[in-house]
């Protein structure tokens, strides 16, 4: 359960730091009458949609965290067996990097105002994303065809589990971003509902690149040398 | 933070909200049944939630019939027995506890308490009643699957979970309850991002985190936690539905079956409670936390003094959320772990006594020369407490390892589970509803119907869970679905067990009292009129009552004060909303 503690760490350390900022050593019974602005009237006004995001994507952060524990729990077991990764998935990386960099693409375009070159932007980043499904589908079946079924053994189990779980959310993001993308060739959409829903797209493909990458070092080996490398610290630390 | 420039006399003017951010109900449909209003979401969450809970009422009652006479009703068999356990546990914690206090407290109190028009997203909101009531509806069909509901426990620890020999293992009934469960977790999602957004982004003008009712701090902080915990519950949910549909080993591990080996190797059925035990430790402060505010709340109400110690108040909630991440593996003490670990575990268990006493401590003192109002809410606080410190103390017992082994198989944590978070929660959510009902209909609850509720209930519960200590002192173990020859229970046990069962079945038949209250104040009660408390809090300041939709008429309240102005020195009456201005009241000030 490391992985997800640290996961809680990091999630608490946020919450200590934005408590921090709420004067919770105020003493409310002593002060009546001074009203201080509160939520949605700071400024720049943070938008409750965007919070909202920012808490799902709390989320859907403990989920990969506390799955990528389980990960590491059981591959203790002396049944865990190695899984070759595929070279598609390097292209199918490769893919979602660059969805996520037209995102953002747009999303500058959004802010400057320049219409034209977002509609492009977006359909490119909707394309991508979708690319990048298809080409974990086949990635899925190259690996079943050469044997690598999903019962045979627990890396298996947990790769096509991984990838499931992250294509879905990827697949949910889609849903938006079609949505976003659809609108921004309507024209007399609204600029500003626009801009937002761009925003939001962005930010949410940019996590789910961040967990693939996560991901992909997992299923690539490159997490276990790193778990490896804390291990040999935390034992150098501690003598016996 | 943006200066506010203030009017005359200390007054401000109140936040304009756009007409347009509001969702118009245009028909019957969209105005009662898909509702996009929180409040009508709540009446749906609790009316759902509560029927779920009378059923799993009746299965504790076919329990407990069994343990009293064994054998004497024959459709009770030991596979109906487990399944009667298995579904009273799994619908009473998360389908009636969360859902209750989630769902239905936190709708309908949130928007009002802090002084919104409506929940940020009534969309998903909506949504996430109807999810949820999906996830009821597959609970509820499990029963009429072939081969009935799973009987694993509410726990579902594999690899029983998923065999044979478990009633619903092979069959229908353990998909069903893994599917509703991850269900309803997506549907917890939808409503608990609303709750915390809400409290974060739909606060009135004025109302600061620390102006805010312990109720709302309460249902925040349980939200929080529920929505980082419940996805271990998802992801165990989806692994489990993996090993049991799909062949997979990431719990199962090399098992013969009915002298058949099966296919299932090296999995590790002690990831399963670590996941699961990583949600479910974290749910039982997700129950308490709003059952702690809304007692806070209760109390200072009806005690009309303010709440002692209120920074204390909120800072324990806020560490008691914290700890409880950290303590989930004393429930697996006897699952071979490294005793270290068990070392460490039982420190974190202890240590959250700490902010829970101060808690207690704080409504004790809350209580001490205050003007008590022995009204049906403040009955039910009080029973709360009582009841949580008793709970709770058996607590600090079973959080140590060594005390922990031997007892844990033992009625004595059936009895302290059911006193701290089953009856102590249960007792909460009754003073709740005697307290909001009249908020929410406009009409009082029927006093003496309400009387005869509280004593038969809170009398009868100590009647069922005291003596299953004593029980469980005796070695009784749990689970078992009827003891035969024992030499060390003696025959005490069994006339005790009967006691027991009658007191079940008197207390279980007493909620109809309450549910006949319920149906029968909402055409026959005492018209409540807006404020029969008297209470400060702004769900109380609504202009209407029912509040109307968008709860506060054409302006935003405006909130100047702390929530527990109760009898303060100098002023006219015994309490002084939220939203009065401090040039309205003369007080003097003691730093």
Not at chain 1, 24 to 43: F, I, R, Y
Not at chain 2, 217 to 239: D, K
Request: hydrophobic share 55%; charged share 10%; net charge neutral.
């Amino acid at each position: 359960m490391n992985v997800a503690l640290v996961f809680l760490a990091a999630i608490g350390a946020i919450i200590f730091w934005w408590l921090a900022g709420q004067r919770l050593t105020s003493k409310p019974w002593l002060e009546a009458s001074p009203v201080q602005a509160v939520a949605g009237e700071q400024d720049p006004p943070v938008l409750a949609v965007k919070i909202g995001l920012y808490v799902f994507l709390g989320v859907v952060g403990a989920l990969f965290s506390l799955s990528v524990s389980a990960y590491f729990m059981r591959m203790e077991a002396s049944d865990w067996g190695g899984m070759p990764v595929p070279r598609l998935l390097w292209v199918n990386t490769a893919v979602l990097v660059l969805s996520s960099v037209a995102l953002q693409w747009a999303r500058r375009e959004a802010r400057l105002g320049h219409m034209e070159i977002l509609q492009p932007m977006l359909a490119a980043a909707f394309l991508l994303a979708a690319l990048f499904l298809v080409g974990q589908i086949q990635a899925w079946r190259e690996l079943m065809s050469t044997g690598y079924v999903l019962a045979d053994n627990p890396a298996n189990s947990f790769f096509y589990m991984l990838t499931g779980l992250h294509g879905l959310h990827v697949l949910g993001g889609l849903v938006v971003l079609g949505r976003t993308t659809a609108r921004s060739f309507v024209a007399d959409a609204r600029q500003d509902r626009l801009r937002l829903s761009v925003d939001l797209s962005a930010i949410y493909s940019h996590f789910l690149l961040a967990v693939w990458l996560l991901l992909f070092g997992l299923f690539a080996g490159w997490a276990n040398d790193f778990v490896d490398l804390c291990r040999q610290l935390l034992n150098q630390g501690i003598p016996g | 933070m943006v200066e506010i420039p203030s009017g005359d006399a200390g007054t401000v003017p109140s936040a304009e909200v756009e007409d347009v951010e509001l969702y118009h109900p245009k028909s019957w449909w969209t105005k009662y049944v898909f509702s996009q209003d929180a409040k009508i979401i709540a009446v749906q969450y609790s009316v759902t939630a509560i029927s779920i809970g009378l059923l799993a009422l009746v299965l504790s009652w076919l329990m407990r019939l069994q343990l009293a006479f064994p054998g004497y009703f024959a459709f009770i068999d030991a596979d109906r027995y487990y399944q009667f356990i298995t579904m009273h546990g799994m619908i009473m914690v998360i389908y009636l506890l969360t859902a209750l206090f989630l769902g239905g407290f936190g709708n309908y109190l949130i928007p009002l308490m802090v002084g919104a028009r409506d929940m940020v997203f009534p969309y998903a909101n909506m949504l996430s009643y109807w999810i949820y009531l999906l996830a009821v509806l597959i609970l509820v069909a499990s029963f009429f699957a072939p081969g009935g509901p799973t009987g694993a426990g509410w726990t579902l620890y594999p690899p029983q979970a998923v065999l044979s020999g478990t009633p619903g293992g092979r069959d229908w009934g353990i998909l069903l309850m893994l599917s509703s469960l991850i269900v309803f977790i997506i549907g917890f999602t939808m409503g608990g991002l609303n709750y915390v957004v809400t409290v974060l982004q739909g606060r009135t003008r004025g109302m600061t985190l620390m102006r805010m009712p312990l109720t709302v701090w309460g249902i925040f902080t349980a939200t929080v936690m529920a929505l980082l915990a419940f996805p271990a519950l998802f992801v165990a949910c989806v692994m489990m539905l993996f090993d049991r549909l799909l062949g997979t080993s990431f719990f199962m591990p090399a098992i013969v079956e009915m002298g058949e080996q099966l296919q299932h190797g090296g999995g590790s059925p002690i990831l399963f409670q670590h996941l699961f035990w990583f949600f479910g430790h974290p749910e039982v402060y997700i129950v308490a936390l709003p059952a702690f505010g809304i007692v806070s709340d209760l109390i200072s109400t009806h005690a009309r003094k303010n709440i002692f110690g209120y920074r204390m108040m909120v800072w324990a909630i806020i560490i008691i959320g914290g700890l409880s991440f950290i303590v989930w593996a004393h429930h697996m003490y006897v699952s071979g772990m490294n005793p270290a670990f068990g070392f460490f575990f039982a420190t974190t268990t202890l240590i959250i006594a700490i902010p829970t006493a101060i808690k207690v401590y704080n409504w004790v003192l809350t209580l001490w020369r205050g003007d008590i109002h022995l009204t049906l809410p403040m009955l039910f606080a009080l029973a709360f407490i009582v009841t949580f410190v008793n709970g709770g103390l058996t607590g600090l017992f079973l959080g140590n390892v060594v005390v922990d082994v031997p007892l844990s198989d033992t009625m004595f944590v059936v009895a302290h589970f059911h006193m701290v978070m089953g009856v102590a929660p249960i007792l909460v959510i009754f003073g709740a509803i005697y307290h909001w009902y009249p908020k929410v209909t406009g009409r009082m609850l029927n006093e003496a119907l309400g009387q005869i509720h509280f004593w038969i209930t809170f009398l009868g519960t100590y009647a069922i869970f005291f003596p299953m200590h004593y029980l469980g002192l005796l070695g009784v173990p749990r689970r078992y679905y009827e003891l035969g020859e024992t030499a060390f229970v003696p025959p005490s046990a069994h006339t005790l067990n009967v006691f027991i069962t009658v007191t079940a079945l008197v207390v279980g038949a007493a909620q109809i009292v309450f549910l006949f209250n319920l149906v029968w104040s909402l055409f026959r009660g005492r018209e409540a009129g807006g404020n029969p408390w008297r209470a400060t809090t702004l769900e109380w300041q609504t202009p209407q009552t029912p509040p109307a939709h968008g709860n506060w008429g054409k302006n935003l309240p405006v909130v100047y004060r702390w929530a527990y102005d109760y009898s303060v020195p100098g002023a006219a009456e015994d309490f002084i909303p939220q939203t009065e201005p401090a040039s309205g009241v003369t007080r003097e000030v003691v730093a």
